[in-house]
């Protein structure tokens, strides 16, 4: 199924869902961010990266549908381990430092008042 018809329907797929992105987040706007909430928008925009991603993988790359090995599956599937650990990685880095670098409530309100007393 290599034929334009496959090309033509990943394209209409692929157009559908890079427009739903922005039309969920209008909606959450036009609704004064009362609906879809955000962690359902956060949600939404997640599970709708994913279908792209698979939309363009079998449509336009046609993963899966070679007849030998699946070296280049499971390349693929190696680059997306990948990926989720240097990633994740650096979420959990960056939300460590900023654990580790903002001041809890305490300290920064005697270091307001220190501030406040030297004027």
Same mark, same amino acid.
């Given at each position: ?8 329907i990943g394209y209409i797929l692929s157009v ?11 909606? &959450?706007?036009?609704? &004064?961010?009362?609906?879809?909430? &955000?962690? $359902? ?5 997640? =599970?709708?990266? =994913?279908?792209?991603?698979?939309? @363009?993988?079998? %449509? %336009?790359? &046609?993963?899966?549908? $070679?007849? #030998? ?7 693929? %599937?190696?680059?997306? =381990? ?6 994740? #990685? ?10 580790? *670098?903002?001041?809890?409530?305490? @300290? *920064?309100? @005697?270091?307001?008042? $220190? @501030?406040? #007393?030297?004027?």
């Open positions: 199924m290599t034929s334009a018809r496959s090309y033509i559908i869902l890079t427009l739903l992105a922005p039309a969920l987040l209008w909606l &959450h706007i036009y609704n &004064h961010h009362r609906f879809p909430t &955000h962690p $359902e928008l956060y949600a939404a925009a997640v =599970v709708l990266a =994913v279908l792209q991603l698979v939309v @363009q993988l079998v %449509f %336009f790359l &046609h993963i899966g549908r $070679e007849s #030998g090995p699946r070296w280049r599956l499971m390349a693929l %599937f190696f680059a997306i =381990v990948i990926v989720f650990i240097v990633a994740g #990685g650096a979420l959990w880095i960056m939300q460590d430092l900023n654990g580790r *670098m903002m001041p809890d409530q305490a @300290q *920064m309100l @005697q270091y307001m008042s $220190e @501030q406040d #007393g030297g004027i």
